[in-house]
Each structure stands twice: as C-alpha cells, then as structure tokens.
C-alpha cells in the first residue's frame, strides 16, 4: 500500500470539486491504529466516490516500522522548529519537510492516535466554532482545547495547531488503548463519517447509524509543574481523573500540591522529573 517512492503519502483526487482534506496516522510510529484506517480508506475510497483531494499520510515509517514512538524525536513536536529553520539534522525533521508541503492548502487535518495505557476516547482541537462542530461527528465523551493563554509547546506544535495556522480545520483524533477489531471498525466508521461532513465524499448506511451526541468540552487552563526530586502522584494519575477546588493531586517532599478549582487532569506525565511538566489542569467549558 505505502511505498518509498511516493514517501509514505497517497493523494487521491476525484473527479468533482471539493475540499482537500488530509487523513494523518503513525505520527507515533507505535501508534499503529492510524496505519490500519489508512490502508483501509486507501482500498476501499476509489476515485469515483471522491469530490476534491483526500490525503493519506503515514507520519513516522521508521518508528512504525520498529514500533517505536519516534526515531530520534517526537514528529509532532517539531513544526516550529522546522519553521525557524532548525538544523535538519534527525530523521524526524527531514520526515516534517517531507509532509509540510501537503499542508498548503488544506481545508481539513484529522490527525489519529491512541494510547498505550487505559484511556477514553477523545478529541483535541482549538476551541473554535468550526473546529468543535466537527470535532462532534465522533461522538466522544470529551473534546479538550487549551485556553488562548496556555502556550506550551506540547499543545502547540502539533499538527492540527499547524493546519489550523494554514487556514484549515485540525483535529487530532485520540483513540484510547486500541486491542480489538471491533474498536478498528467504530474508528473507521467514524472516519467515513468525518469525510462524509466535511464533503469528501457520499454518505453511507454504515456511518449514518451513529447519532451525536453533547460532549464535555474542557479547556486547558494552567500547568502542573514539579519543582523538585520528590514529586509523586497520590494516586495513580490517569487522563480525565476528577478533583474538587483543594484536593490534594500530588505531594512535591511533604508538601500538598491542591487543586486550585473543581478540574480534570489532562495529559499526566507518569515519572515526572524535576521542573518538568506532570500535566496540565483542565475546567469544563459552560455552554
């Protein structure tokens, strides 16, 4: 399906006008999910049934490949990088300028991963009108979205920070922990789905079986740092764990780190070193 000729990207372009539209998997090679969707859309979506372009783009081959997160470091951390002309000096840099040019003139990114411990289903995106109606086609009990004054580079070098810059839509698409055909299939349902909204293509019996539903949407508010040796957890850390406004949520030596509102963990870090990001502090969005 992918080969080194065309460098790990398909583009298949239809015969009537539409969006371009990029499906992105294996930005984290062991992340293996995103490859399964795209070879099935590459099979299965022919030219016919496509108005405009639709994009497959296998992120990180070499760490798919080796089953590894990344090669030499994280893909998806790496645009701004790219952008202020960094030494293209890793594996991973020279795989960004191989992907960037795709992202020119993009309507819509949908960026999948998952996780390799226990988590929800989620969507990442920029808390923005367009960008959480679309991120409603998948149905998830949450839809996260960092505050305008969170400027962690974590949050904002990823991809669909990077096609929203270029005037598109991005999504990051986290699957949770992925163990199960069946998991595969509800995915890639969801994802003829996502191509069916955004008018890539014709819709289908099989995705228009699935009924939105309201999402919590929660907003990134603050960071969760350590600033010494001793930072532990009190309890096991996991995504979306719930404290109520002066909870302890860690213990930095003997002293009680709270929590400074009624919020959910996001993103915890499970050995955070000193003056390292543990994880960041998220409150529910009022409609």
Excluded at 118 to 146: H, M, W
Excluded at 210 to 220: A, E, G
Excluded at 225 to 241: A, E, I, V
Aim: positive net charge; aromatic residues 10%; contains cysteine.
């Amino acid at each position: 399906m992918f080969n080194t000729q065309n460098k790990f990207i398909i583009h298949k372009t239809g015969d009537k006008p539409g969006p371009t539209t990029i499906i992105q998997g294996c930005t984290h090679g062991n992340e293996k999910i995103g490859k399964s969707i795209i070879d099935k859309l590459a099979s299965d979506i022919t030219q016919e049934k496509i108005s405009g372009s639709i994009i497959l783009i296998l992120g990180n081959p070499q760490a798919y490949e080796k089953n590894k997160r990344f090669i030499d470091e994280d893909l998806n951390r790496l645009l701004n990088k790219i952008l202020r002309n960094d030494e293209v000096n890793t594996y991973e840099k020279k795989r960004v300028l191989e992907i960037i040019p795709y992202y020119k003139k993009i309507d819509y990114l949908l960026d999948i991963h998952s996780t390799i411990t226990p988590s929800v289903p989620f969507v990442y995106c920029e808390d923005r009108p367009k960008q959480r109606n679309l991120a409603g086609v998948f149905n998830t009990e949450y839809i996260i979205s960092a505050h305008e004054d969170i400027n962690s580079p974590e949050l904002r070098t990823c991809f669909d920070s990077y096609a929203d810059k270029q005037g598109g839509i991005g999504l990051t698409y986290e699957a949770g922990q992925i163990g199960n055909e069946e998991s595969e299939r509800i995915l890639y349902q969801k994802t003829l789905q996502f191509l069916e909204q955004v008018g890539n293509i014709k819709s289908s019996e099989s995705s228009r079986a699935f009924i939105k539903h309201p999402s919590k949407h929660l907003i990134i508010v603050d960071h969760l740092w350590t600033t010494g040796h001793n930072f532990k957890f009190l309890s096991k850390p996991y995504n979306f764990q719930k404290f109520k406004k002066d909870e302890v949520i860690a213990l930095e030596g003997n002293k009680p780190i709270r929590a400074p509102r009624d919020c959910y963990l996001i993103f915890p870090k499970i050995d955070p070193h000193k003056d390292r990001l543990a994880g960041y502090i998220a409150r529910k969005k009022e409609n």
